[in-house]
């Protein structure tokens, strides 16, 4: 079950995620990896792992930063998966990973919530959405259930938890820009305030 836990190792890895946990909520940090995990079954249950598109690195750096958006480095200037693509993009490039690999990134990450479009934007946009959503419970874990309860062993997740949901509220709330209309952002501020007027 090791090989199921294991994260890859690097500067740019350890630097991903020290920068998620210095500046994201525990509750996040933990499902941020829990999608890499995830992304990675797949990719393994699909047989993607000998993809010429298929990396570990990307894939880590990819979803472990995908919600860099919503955490402290982010001014609500614009939708959380914009702003956290273009944190992502900046720590890769200070790692000098190549503008091609910078620029697979930043779409994996600002398009990882868009249903209908992340899957048809290469492998690892793919793997990406495939693996956050996988987590907050939107679509099936196609993995065998002794690889899923790995992960949530080592990683849980409280039942009930909407840390993710008020992460994106909270940053939708901040400005016009940060939630415009037909963004994941702009549905769940607009979601919440129906709510509170009933």
């Not at 995830?38 to 393994?44: S, T």
């Not at 298929?54 to 995908?66: C, G, K, R």
Request: proline share 5%; aromatic share 6%; net charge negative.
């Amino acid at each position: 079950m090791n090989e199921v836990l294991a994260l890859p190792t690097g500067p740019m890895i350890d630097a991903s995620l020290d920068l998620v946990q210095s500046s994201e909520s525990q509750p996040l940090v933990e499902h941020s990896v829990r999608s890499f995990l995830f992304a990675r079954l797949l990719a393994e249950h699909e047989g993607c792992l000998n993809d010429a598109a298929y990396d570990e690195d990307l894939l880590f750096a990819a979803t472990v930063m995908h919600d860099l958006g919503l955490g402290e480095h982010s001014d609500g200037r614009a939708p959380f998966e914009v702003e956290g693509a273009d944190l992502a993009a900046t720590l890769l490039r200070e790692h000098g990973v190549n503008e091609a690999d910078v620029d697979r990134v930043w779409e994996a990450i600002a398009l990882h919530s868009s249903v209908g479009i992340a899957d048809r934007r290469g492998l690892l946009t793919y793997l990406t959405h495939k693996g956050v959503f996988i987590d907050v419970g939107q679509l099936p874990c196609p993995v065998a259930d002794r690889l899923h309860e790995a992960v949530l062993t080592a990683y849980p997740k409280a039942a009930g938890d909407t840390s993710v949901l008020d992460a994106i509220i909270k940053h939708a709330a901040q400005s016009a820009a940060a939630a415009p209309p037909g963004s994941l952002g702009a549905y769940l501020l607009l979601a919440q305030q129906s709510r509170e007027r009933t």
